[in-house]
């Protein structure tokens, strides 16, 4: 069967993937949430939506005769993750994950772990504080019984209602982000604490190496597990890992 990827986005690193395929003339499409109102365009067909759980999954797959699925989506899209997973297993489909190593502390840092949102919310139970919310747009209404804070948001697109925190300033802006317009920023707003999931990735260090320079602490929200599943860490990875699977670099299918 010849070559049909589907590539499941909504990263910095699908992106690089979405261009590396074309580059091969490697048939695939980039099928994204339709979380963010302006996504980037992408060299490679793009679809828009849920697939309605693994079942809704698995029958696109068959449907569209997909021959590969690579997961490059954020590494706290659990939910998409182990749909495909699930959905993949039931298709027949070989499935890889695209993933970010997560961010480390290194030293100067001062982190709180906290296992998830639940967590963050609850350690900022305390005195009021000029925060740092990096946690997107889809978590701020969880953050709602800490209103004594100020809240600096950074979105990729402006928020569609008003939020429910009392006092706030939302910035629109797509990383990647620089380190010295980050401490910029903390600075403008006079920042005292930043919260962050560890996504990894280059995109949005520059928090961090920001709150490491004016000796902020962090409060870091880890990672969601994650089912078991084959992982690749590169854009090279991946294609050796289709390569292996009978995919070449011209979109040929090897037959093995």
């Not at 939302?170 to 930043?194: A, C, T, W």
Request: glycine fraction near 8%; aromatic fraction near 6%; proline fraction near 7%.
């Amino acid at each position: 069967m010849a070559e049909n990827l589907l590539i499941l986005g909504g990263t910095t690193e699908a992106s690089a993937l979405c261009r590396a395929l074309a580059e091969r003339e490697i048939t695939a499409t980039l099928s994204l949430a339709g979380r963010v109102d302006r996504p980037l365009r992408q060299p490679l067909p793009q679809r828009v939506g849920g697939f309605g759980g693994v079942d809704g999954l698995a029958r696109y797959l068959v449907e569209n005769k997909v021959s590969h699925v690579i997961d490059a989506t954020h590494p706290f899209a659990s939910a998409m993750s182990h749909n495909a997973v699930a959905g993949c297993a039931q298709a027949g489909v070989p499935l890889i994950a695209l993933t970010r190593a997560p961010w480390t502390p290194e030293a100067g840092d001062d982190w709180q772990n906290v296992p998830d949102i639940a967590g963050a919310v609850a350690a900022l139970d305390r005195p009021a504080a000029r925060v740092l919310l990096a946690v997107g747009r889809m978590h701020l209404a969880e953050f709602a019984p800490n209103p004594q804070h100020f809240y600096l948001l950074r979105l990729v697109d402006p928020p569609k209602a008003q939020l429910s925190f009392p006092d706030y300033h939302v910035i629109v802006d797509r990383g990647p982000f620089s380190v010295e317009n980050d401490l910029q920023m903390m600075r403008d707003h006079r920042i005292d604490l930043v919260v962050s999931k560890n996504s990894g990735g280059t995109g949005a260090f520059a928090k961090l190496a920001a709150a490491r320079a004016l000796s902020l602490p962090v409060l870091m929200i880890d990672r969601p597990a994650m089912p078991q599943r084959a992982e690749a860490h590169s854009i090279d990875e991946v294609l050796g890992w289709l390569a292996h699977s009978g995919v070449n670099q011209a979109g040929v299918d090897l037959g093995v």
